[in-house]
């Protein structure tokens, strides 16, 4: 396996385990916070699948953007199903991106975001990208606890 094949499936595995913990989570939970100022279990997967979209501007653009128009801001979340069909195509094309780059890609393509305070390999890019949406996994699970939830079974 090369590199660019382990970072798509921990991408897919990262994902895979999200769909998990999402599923899992009743309807009328999705507006749950565990306190004013977090975010509610459906903010959180919104900003999951929105930072993705996001991001996968910023590698197509080497670099932050100066201007983004989430495709998000306009919609209603109302179902779980609903808001990941409407994903869907954003984390093809973003998949498609990852599976287009070489291994000489991971070092030499350079993603300036010095106005967050970095300028990184695209390979440390990638795996920033994955890494966000494992921790905000680790929180939503938190959530659940914190709500009384059963939490599934995400080691298997």
């Keep these: 396996m090369n590199a660019i094949e382990a970072?798509?499936?921990?991408?897919?595995?990262?994902?895979r385990r999200s769909m998990i913990i999402w599923g899992s989570i009743p309807h009328e939970f999705l507006d749950w916070r565990p306190?004013?100022?977090?975010?509610?279990?459906?903010?959180?997967?919104?900003?999951?699948?929105?930072?993705?979209?996001?991001?996968h501007l910023a590698l197509l653009n080497?670099?932050?953007?100066t201007a983004y128009e989430s495709p998000y801001e306009a919609r209603t979340f109302t179902t779980l199903q609903e808001e990941l069909n409407f994903s869907e195509t954003y984390r093809n094309e973003f998949m498609d991106t990852v599976k287009s780059y070489t291994q000489e890609d991971l070092t030499r393509i350079?993603?300036?975001?010095?106005?967050v305070g970095y300028i990184r390999s695209l390979g440390d890019m990638l795996l920033r990208i994955a890494y966000h949406e494992a921790v905000h996994s680790g929180?939503?699970?938190?959530?659940?606890?914190l709500a009384g939830l059963k939490r599934p079974k995400v080691w298997d």
Excluded at 7 to 15: D, S
Excluded at 110 to 115: L, N, V
Excluded at 139 to 145: A, E, F, G, I, T
């Design 7 to 15: 970072i798509v499936q921990n991408l897919n595995e990262i994902r």
């Design 35 to 55: 306190d004013s100022e977090a975010m509610s279990i459906k903010e959180m997967i919104r900003h999951v699948l929105d930072s993705e979209h996001y991001y």
């Design 62 to 65: 080497e670099g932050s953007l």
């Design 110 to 115: 350079q993603i300036d975001r010095k106005d």
């Design 139 to 145: 929180q939503l699970l938190d959530y659940l606890r």
